[in-house]
């Protein structure tokens, strides 16, 4: 998390000077002495015969985002068992490491394929003519369409004779039973493609076994938040991830509550955490292995085309409140400004007076 807020600026606030009546330093000339006043307290001194030229910058419009940094893993994830729903006897398994699409045989029994369909739910009846609407039927014409075997118009929750011929037509393809019905084990049904990581079952074993453990498809990352981290880490949001050094974006995948620590710290009750897993944007560039520990920037609030400073350039005044040392060709004056969102290195500014491109005094 970034530490550049107010509680640093703090520490380097220091007394601030103006010419006497006046906001603007003015050169009085090469070894004249300059007569200053100390904001906030009238009393005179003398300035230094020869101030050393101050650093100055831009205000730029810029997008800034503020991240939470937490480590994380390489992998492909956390394994699931597959549990078989098929009766008979399984006469073919896959592979290890085979990464299986939709549409694919996952194993077979009795030498009959059993594809991969993609759903949030499992069947829980078989899905044929004369049943009742229903959320299986929207999902097995989605991957039917999916598979390029359509006809039934757009996918719903109601089979029609358009459905069973759709579904024939996908069996005839696959060799199986032409009935127009998909039974509970016919298909296996998951999120979205795997990697087998695990063979549980074995061949001449009942097809209602565990058959397998699988991961994700592809490699990506798996971190873990704590509860109140929870809000920058929600499904669909870009992170960025550093491994060994590389610079790669992903997407979050899917957050879901984390085992509990049987084993806390003396003294510490087991928190809530969460473990995110994410997905990379280019997983065959990584070549890192597998167990690699990475770091993962999550944005924690960003702001779009904001007018930005860097954070040593702000003036914490003795009143209250910040100011910037706007410099105009040989004189210089304070402008009053508010602060928004600080993010690396640099700090949102308005005003009235604040405008993209003038130039500022800065300290970094």
């Given amino acids: 998390m970034s530490e550049q807020g107010p509680q640093r600026l703090r520490r380097r606030r220091r ?181 087998v990581s695990t063979i549980v079952a074995s061949l001449g074993a009942q097809g209602t076994t565990d058959v397998l453990k699988y991961t994700g498809g592809s490699r990506g990352v798996i971190a873990q938040i704590k509860a109140e981290q929870r809000d920058s880490a929600k499904p669909g949001s870009k992170v960025t991830v550093n491994i060994g050094g590389k610079q790669v974006t992903g997407t979050v995948k899917q957050v879901t509550l984390a085992p509990p620590d049987n084993n806390p710290a003396p003294g510490q009750s087991p928190d809530s955490k969460f473990d995110v897993s994410i997905s990379l944007d280019d997983a065959g560039s990584v070549t890192a292995p597998d167990g690699s520990t990475v770091d993962v920037r999550f944005t924690v609030s960003s702001q779009k085309g904001v007018l930005t400073v860097p954070v040593g350039a702000l003036l914490a005044l003795a009143e209250g409140g910040y100011a910037l040392q706007v410099v105009e060709g040989e004189s210089r004056r304070l402008i009053p400004v508010k602060t928004g969102l600080f993010a690396d290195g640099k700090v949102e500014v308005s005003g009235p007076d604040v405008r993209e491109g003038m130039r500022v005094v800065t300290t970094s």
Avoid: C
């Fill in 15 to 195: 007394a601030r000077w103006m010419i006497a009546g006046t906001a603007t330093v003015v050169a009085l000339g090469v070894g004249a002495a300059v007569v200053l006043t100390q904001v906030g307290t009238g009393k005179a001194v003398a300035g230094p015969q020869a101030p050393a030229p101050a650093e100055t910058t831009q205000v730029t419009k810029a997008d800034l985002a503020d991240r939470r940094s937490v480590s994380g893993k390489l992998g492909y994830g956390a394994e699931t068992t597959l549990p078989g729903r098929k009766q008979g006897t399984i006469t073919g398994l896959p592979a290890i490491g085979d990464v299986l699409d939709r549409g694919k045989p996952v194993y077979q029994v009795d030498a009959k394929p059993v594809p991969l369909f993609h759903g949030q739910i499992p069947l829980y009846r078989p899905v044929g003519p004369g049943m009742t609407n229903g959320p299986d039927v929207k999902l097995i014409e989605e991957n039917l369409k999916a598979l390029g075997y359509g006809g039934f118009g757009t996918p719903d929750e109601k089979f029609t004779d358009a459905t069973a011929n759709a579904v024939k037509k996908w069996q005839k393809a696959n060799k199986l039973d032409q009935n127009g019905t998909i039974a509970v084990g016919d298909v296996v049904i998951t999120p979205d493609s795997f990697r």
